[in-house]
């Protein structure tokens, strides 16, 4: 079952062609921490942005490995791309812009992201 996610304003919306996840990753970097990201990554090809493309801002940091996306309308990241371990194409999904998914249900993987 494919699943919807937008920013907070829903200029943006993206959706995902694959189960609803039920971990996601919590990492500790400056970033994901300031805000609170909970990701999910799912390969490239299972991601499609359904509107407001044209409203993305990136944003990259300390070794550029993912390019932040988020609205210039209301600030929000509701995703983001990179490449996975194996070198493909990755979509990292902010669980949190994704309405139907239960964030207190989701198994948390920890990552120390700070220390890399």
């Known amino acids: 079952m494919a699943y919807e996610g937008s920013c907070h304003c829903g200029a943006v919306v993206f959706e995902v062609s694959t189960e609803i996840p039920t971990t996601a990753i919590s990492c500790n970097c400056s970033h994901c921490r300031r805000k609170g990201f909970l990701f999910s990554f799912v390969p490239y090809d299972d991601f499609s942005i359904i509107r407001g493309e044209d409203l993305l801002t ?12 988020f609205c210039a309308i209301c600030g929000c990241q509701p995703f983001g791309r990179g490449k996975g371990p194996d070198g493909r194409q990755m979509a990292a999904i902010n669980l949190r812009c994704v309405p139907l998914v239960d964030l207190d249900a989701l198994a948390i993987q920890k990552v120390d992201g700070a220390s890399t």
Request: hydrophobic letters at 25%; glycine letters at 0%; proline letters at 0%.
């Open 58 to 69: 990136d944003y990259y940091f300390n070794k550029h490995a993912i390019c932040h996306r």
